[in-house]
Every structure is written in C-alpha cells, then in structure tokens.
C-alpha cells in the first residue's frame, strides 16, 4: 500500500462526483456508470503500489482520458458539460510525470476534443466564430493548465528534494557530533586516567623492587631444605615480574607520545605486525589483500607496527581452530585505510561502546589497555579507527590513516 486506506481526498472526490451526478440532465445509464467509473480511478490511483512506476502511471492516465472521452461521448460531444473533466488527466501527467508528459497528454485531451468535429452532421449545423473561439480557448486552457500543474509540481519536487538533502546532511552532522562527543570525552578519560596511572606506576615501583629484593635475598639465605620457603620466595619474584610488566604497560599508556614521523611503506609494516602475531596464533590463517596504490607516506612505524600487531592477534584469538583473518588496505579520500577482519564470535553489542576505553576487557586474563593505546596511536596520527560487529560472525575493525604530515596534538 502507497498511503491509507482512506483519505480525506477520497470524500472529496466521491462528493464532486456525486454532485455532477445529481445535476446531471439526462441521467443516463452509460453517464452515471462512466462517472462512478473515473470517481473510482481517482480514489484508487494512491492506493496501488505498481502506479508508483512511470510505466503504471502512464497507462493509468491514458485509462482516465479513455474514461473521459467516453464520457464527453454519450453526453453530447462538444457541447457536452463534461469537456472540463479532460483536464485531471492533464493534471494528472504533469504532476506525477513532469512538464513534456503534461504538454504530451494536453494534445492528446486536445485531439480528443477536437475528434468530436468528425461526428458532427455538418448538413444541418455549422460553427460560428464565436463557437470556434470557445474551442480554441479550451485547446488553449488544456496546455495553460498543464504547463502550470507541471511548474509546480517541479517546485515541490525541488523543494522535497531539497528538504531531503538537508535531512541528510543533518542526520550526518549529528552522527559526526555524537562521534566528535565521544572522542572528546575518551580524550578526557584517557587523560585522567593516564595521569593517574603515571603517578601510580611511579609509586609502585619502588615498593615492588624492594619486595623483589627481599625475596631474592630471602631465597638466598633459606636452607635447601626448605623447599616450602624457596617455593615461595619464588612466587613473589615472578609476581613482581608481572606487577613491573603491568606498570611498563601503565606507563606506555599514560606517556604522551612522541611521534617519528618517517616515509615508510605501510605494507612492510604490516607484514611484520602480522608476522609477529602469528607466531603467537599459530592455528590461524592470516590473508592479506593489500592495495597497490598506496605510496610510502609519513607515519610513525614503530608505533602503527604496535597498533595493527595488538589488532591481528586479537582477531586471532577471536577466531576458531582453523578459521582465518583478513588484513585488507585501500586508498579512500587522502587516507590509508587498513581493516582487519575476522569470522570470529564478535562482540557484544552493549561493549561496543567500551572496547577503547582504558581497563575495559572480557579476557578472564586481559588488563584493557591494549585497544587503548591502539586507539590512543590512531589519535596522534590524526586518524580514526572504527568497529563494525555482528555477534557469532565476526568484527571489522578499520584504522584511517591520513597520508599527509598533519598529526593531532
């Protein structure tokens, strides 16, 4: 269905057809049939989704100007009352097809009227001028109309266009607004939090290198026999290990980064990421699809090395036995874009949102800083990154890189 079942027009025109039945002087069979036959054109044209086509709405105004002339037909031909009626399918055509359907259906209601000459028994009736001025001015008042139907319904389909474009760019302005919000406030997020981290870190360690210190020396002086102590001793070393290894991690995200911009090729770059991350996902195919145009541009390779290693092996690990991950690059508007796609168990819809933010993780083992500082990366190249997920098939995540010297501060 184009629109509703009943609408307000529809009263409107069964009374305007109703009132040109009651008025009618002959009231004939063939009259009232052709009048209730074009009233119920009229109402069901809206309603039939196949006259949405240019196709079905030229035949269905070919139908309405057949229902006339029939109509103009039995009433009287020329001197029929209903020669008016001729203009809805001229009004017809240029509002729903445009200005050259409206000139092209006013000389066809035009022929049409004018065909009545061929029935008229010019033995016993002849047409003065002031007869012929009167066709003339309907011929003339068939192209007038239409051409004005046809102006404005160009108007409102500018105007519709118009509306339509300015939606869309609203609609995109305010996606980019909710994007820019967010970025502002992962920026302040990431900020607090680093500094936090940073202060934190450097308070820890030193704690944490007496403790190791301790413990080395404890294990030094306990027996041999104390297989109890030793054992012991060797725990609070290698969880000091861990603890100083989560704060070189702490510290790596709350520094800020100093960027060694460079002319490197993005492909050698990422076929050491994805190197790296294989060793690790050895189960695992990795593809790469690299496009061809992309030159050497500036980027810190070091740092993007790091970004799409954590990517990759996180699309790995996400990955089933066997399964495989894509790494595709392309050129897109002055910018490298690099995506790395798994067929993975994805990511739950709720998390979306929170993959980026520092301390966030689902990995039983995980600390939530590595998405971090891809993102935080990503940020000081003055890029972007993005996730696309869809839960028990896979994620895309995509990096844009722009290939110029302009970085964020």
Same mark, same amino acid.
Do not use: C
């Given at each position: 269905?184009?629109?509703?079942?009943?609408?307000?027009?529809?009263?409107?025109?069964?009374?305007?057809?109703?009132?040109?039945?009651?008025?009618?002087?002959?009231?004939?069979?063939?009259?009232?049939?052709?009048?209730?036959?074009?009233?119920?054109?009229?109402?069901?044209?809206?309603?039939?989704?196949?006259?949405?086509?240019?196709?079905?709405?030229?035949?269905?105004?070919?139908?309405?100007?057949?229902?006339?002339?029939?109509?103009?037909?039995?009433?009287?031909?020329?001197?029929?009352?209903?020669?008016?009626?001729?203009?809805?399918?001229?009004?017809?055509?240029?509002?729903?097809?445009?200005?050259?359907?409206?000139?092209?259906?006013?000389?066809?209601?035009?022929?049409?009227?004018?065909?009545?000459?061929?029935?008229?028994?010019?033995?016993?009736?002849?047409?003065?001028?002031?007869?012929?001025?009167?066709?003339?001015?309907?011929?003339?008042?068939?192209?007038?109309?239409?051409?004005?139907?046809?102006?404005?319904?160009?108007?409102?389909?500018?105007?519709?266009?118009?509306?339509?474009?300015?939606?869309?760019? %609203?609609?995109?302005?305010?996606? @980019?607004?909710?994007? *820019?919000?967010? &970025? !502002?406030?992962?920026?302040? $997020?990431? #900020? =607090?939090?680093?500094?936090?981290?940073?202060?934190?870190?450097?308070?820890?360690?030193?704690?944490?290198?007496?403790?190791?210190?301790?413990?080395?020396?404890?294990?030094?002086?306990?027996?041999?026999?104390?297989?109890?102590?030793?054992?012991?001793?060797?725990?609070?070393?290698?969880?000091?290990?861990?603890?100083?290894?989560?704060?070189?991690?702490?510290?790596?995200?709350?520094?800020?980064?100093?960027?060694?911009?460079?002319?490197?090729?993005?492909?050698?770059?990422?076929?050491?990421?994805?190197?790296?991350?294989?060793?690790?996902?050895?189960?695992?195919?990795?593809?790469?699809?690299?496009?061809?145009?992309?030159?050497?541009?500036?980027?810190?390779?070091?740092?993007?090395?790091?970004?799409?290693?954590? %990517?990759?092996?996180?699309?790995? @690990?996400?990955?089933? *036995?066997?399964? &495989? !991950?894509?790494?595709?690059? $392309?050129? #897109? =508007?002055?910018?490298?874009?690099?995506?790395?796609?798994?067929?993975?168990?994805?990511?739950?819809?709720?998390?979306?949102?929170?993959?980026?933010?520092?301390?966030?993780?689902?990995?039983?083992?995980?600390?939530?800083?590595?998405?971090?500082?891809?993102?935080?990366?990503?940020?000081?190249?003055?890029?972007?990154?993005?996730?696309?997920?869809?839960?028990?098939?896979?994620?895309?995540?995509?990096?844009?890189?722009?290939?110029?010297?302009?970085?964020?501060?």
């Amino acid at each position: 269905m184009r629109s509703r079942l009943v609408r307000p027009q529809d009263f409107v025109w069964v009374a305007a057809f109703a009132v040109l039945a009651a008025t009618s002087q002959y009231h004939g069979t063939r009259e009232m049939s052709l009048l209730f036959a074009f009233a119920a054109v009229q109402v069901a044209e809206p309603k039939i989704p196949a006259l949405a086509t240019t196709r079905g709405r030229v035949l269905w105004t070919l139908l309405k100007l057949a229902l006339v002339y029939l109509l103009i037909g039995f009433t009287g031909g020329l001197t029929s009352r209903y020669w008016v009626v001729l203009l809805l399918p001229v009004v017809s055509a240029a509002t729903a097809l445009g200005l050259v359907a409206s000139l092209i259906f006013a000389s066809l209601a035009s022929i049409s009227y004018l065909s009545f000459l061929a029935f008229v028994d010019w033995r016993y009736y002849t047409i003065d001028s002031p007869e012929i001025s009167e066709i003339i001015l309907r011929v003339v008042l068939f192209v007038m109309v239409g051409n004005l139907a046809a102006t404005l319904a160009e108007e409102l389909r500018m105007q519709s266009e118009s509306s339509r474009r300015t939606a869309m760019q %609203l609609a995109e302005a305010n996606v @980019q607004l909710r994007n *820019a919000t967010e &970025a !502002v406030r992962r920026s302040d $997020r990431l #900020a =607090a939090l680093g500094q936090l981290s940073a202060g934190l870190a450097h308070e820890l360690r030193n704690p944490l290198g007496t403790i190791r210190a301790s413990a080395e020396m404890l294990g030094r002086t306990v027996s041999g026999e104390n297989e109890i102590a030793r054992e012991v001793t060797g725990f609070i070393s290698s969880e000091v290990d861990r603890a100083n290894s989560l704060i070189t991690r702490f510290l790596q995200f709350a520094r800020p980064l100093e960027l060694k911009l460079a002319p490197a090729d993005l492909a050698h770059v990422l076929d050491r990421s994805i190197a790296e991350a294989a060793r690790e996902a050895p189960g695992i195919a990795i593809y790469k699809n690299y496009a061809p145009e992309i030159p050497p541009f500036p980027f810190d390779a070091e740092l993007v090395e790091r970004i799409f290693y954590n %990517l990759v092996l996180n699309a790995a @690990q996400a990955t089933p *036995a066997g399964g &495989a !991950v894509t790494v595709k690059t $392309r050129a #897109a =508007a002055g910018t490298a874009e690099i995506a790395v796609i798994d067929r993975g168990s994805g990511i739950d819809p709720k998390n979306l949102d929170s993959i980026f933010n520092p301390f966030f993780t689902t990995k039983p083992q995980g600390v939530g800083l590595g998405l971090a500082i891809v993102s935080k990366i990503v940020d000081e190249h003055g890029g972007k990154i993005t996730v696309e997920s869809d839960p028990g098939k896979g994620s895309i995540f995509r990096v844009l890189l722009p290939m110029t010297l302009k970085t964020q501060n």
